[in-house]
C-alpha cells in the first residue's frame, strides 16, 4: 500500500475514500470467486474494515469541510 500526502486535507482524504472503496471492491470480487468457507469469512472482516474506514473518512472529510466554511474569530484579551 503506498501513502500519498498532498498536504490537502481535502483531497488526502478523498484519495483515502477512493482506496477504501477499490479495496472492497476487490474483495467484493473476491468472494464472487471463492467457495471457501475459511478464505470467505476472512475476506468478509476484512471487507466489512474497508466499509467502516470508509465512513470514518467520510465523516473526517464533512468535519474538515465545515471547518473551511466557518468564519474565524479572533479574540483578543487586555
Known amino acids: ?8 486535507p481535502i483531497t ?9 472503496q477499490k479495496a472492497r471492491a476487490t474483495y467484493d470480487n473476491i468472494l ?3 467457495d471457501d468457507p475459511d478464505v470467505n469469512d476472512v475476506i468478509k472482516f476484512l471487507r466489512e474494515r474497508e466499509i467502516v474506514h470508509y465512513q470514518r473518512f467520510g465523516e473526517a ?5 465545515e471547518k473551511l466554511t466557518t468564519k474565524n474569530k479572533y479574540y483578543m484579551h487586555n
Open 61 to 65: 472529510l464533512r468535519r474538515v469541510e
Open 32 to 34: 464472487r470467486l471463492s
Open 12 to 20: 488526502d482524504l478523498n484519495e483515502d475514500l477512493a482506496t477504501e
Open 1 to 8: 500500500m503506498a501513502i500519498a500526502v498532498s498536504g490537502d
